[in-house]
């Protein structure tokens, strides 16, 4: 009877932030072409979109070094095929290569090793640790 809130309707389903449909955003694309130009060996993993992100690509190279961009729907998904002409993945059957999680995992490990030092050199300094 009232709407004391002030909403006309409920709100619909979440949307993510482009249309399905839609491909590879110019600054997305020169992206993906310069990171993929030095490298010997990369593939493209495809990212579903959801409710919070679009649909991604992942580019992972031979060291297990990668990149993440937007492609914005089902039609990127040949745009980075002509762009790249390398193994394009579906992330949901296949997974990420395993160089990419040892990558990960050893970035995340040296940076936890740096914040160690830093709070080490702090603590040696006299400097009270953060509460």
């Known amino acids: 009877m009232f709407n004391i809130f002030g909403r006309k309707k409920p709100r619909g389903g979440l949307r993510p932030p482009r249309g399905p449909g839609e491909t590879i955003r110019p600054e997305d ?14 593939e493209a ?3 579903p979109e959801t409710v919070v992100n679009e649909m991604s690509v992942v580019l992972v ?18 745009a980075v ?8 993945y579906d992330v949901e059957d296949t997974g990420y290569p395993q160089r990419m999680r040892r990558r990960i995992e050893r970035d995340r490990l040296l940076r936890k090793r740096a914040e160690q030092r830093a709070r080490r050199a702090r603590f040696e300094r006299g400097e009270l640790p953060d509460a």
């Open 81 to 88: 095929a002509k762009l790249l002409n390398c193994p394009i």
């Open 45 to 47: 993993y495809i990212e």
């Open 29 to 42: 694309r020169d992206h993906l072409k310069n990171w993929a130009a030095g490298r010997a060996f990369i």
């Open 61 to 78: 190279d031979e060291n297990g070094e990668f990149t993440r961009r937007r492609i914005g729907g089902p039609k990127g998904i040949d």
